[in-house]
Nanobody, 124 residues
């Protein structure tokens, strides 16, 4: 079993920044990919970023490119999502997920383990 925990959410004004962290623990993991998703009330869960085990390959949707950066520290089993220039439409519950085959999928059902989420609220 893999346990995934997110942290770092909060309330920020538009234009501000937040740094989310995701720690995976449990059974020995290697070569897994990690993704971030978000879900606003009444909306479907949407892909935000993903990173391969090596850290050299990343994937972002267009609406976060240039604002969000994903990185990882495998020694600490930690993946970080740096979010800059936040907008009110970025308000959502942000989830971290682990994909054990190591592929950078963008669809939620392709991920194997999920955290409980951390709330990000951006005020205008």
């Amino acid at each position: 079993q893999v346990h995934v925990v997110e942290s770092g959410g909060g309330l920020v004004q538009a234009g501000g920044s937040l740094r989310l962290s995701c720690v995976a623990s449990g059974r020995t993991l290697s070569n897994y990919a990690t993704g971030w998703f978000r879900q606003a009330p009444g909306k479907e869960r949407e892909f935000v970023a993903a990173i391969k085990w090596s850290g050299n390959t990343k994937r972002y949707p267009e609406f976060v490119k240039g604002r969000f950066t994903i990185s990882r520290d495998n020694a600490k089993n930690t993946v970080t999502l740096q979010m800059n220039d936040l907008k009110p439409e970025d308000t959502a519950l942000y989830y971290c997920a682990v994909e054990t085959s190591g592929t950078l999928y963008s669809r939620p059902y392709e991920y194997d383990y999920w955290g409980q989420g951390t709330q990000v609220t951006v005020s205008s």
